[in-house]
């Protein structure tokens, strides 16, 4: 059951991201080579906010368990 659910997982993960890519590529690309700053400052802050939010549940479990 695990093996079937995540390669069906995957499989609609890459399917999802290659329409994407078909679709918005050249203009995704293009947005993002003209906002260098914004882009990386907004992806700076998120992988921030995910290791603060990470920290903060495995802090909690560690106390629980």
Same mark, same amino acid.
């Not at 093996?3 to 069906?8: D, E, F, P, Q, W």
């Not at 003209?34 to 992988?47: P, S």
């Given at each position: 059951?695990?093996? +079937?659910?995540?390669? +069906?997982?995957?499989?609609?993960?890459?399917? @999802?991201?290659?329409?994407?890519?078909?679709?918005? =590529?050249? #203009? @995704? @690309?293009?947005?993002? /080579? #003209?906002?260098?700053?914004?882009? +990386? @400052?907004?992806?700076?802050?998120?992988?921030?906010? /995910?290791?603060?939010? /990470?920290?903060?549940?495995? =802090?909690?479990?560690? +106390? #629980?368990?």
């Amino acid at each position: 059951v695990f093996v +079937a659910a995540l390669v +069906a997982g995957r499989g609609f993960r890459y399917t @999802a991201e290659g329409f994407l890519a078909v679709r918005y =590529g050249e #203009e @995704a @690309a293009r947005y993002i /080579s #003209e906002n260098k700053l914004l882009f +990386a @400052a907004v992806m700076g802050l998120f992988i921030l906010a /995910s290791y603060f939010v /990470s920290r903060l549940i495995m =802090g909690k479990s560690r +106390a #629980e368990g």
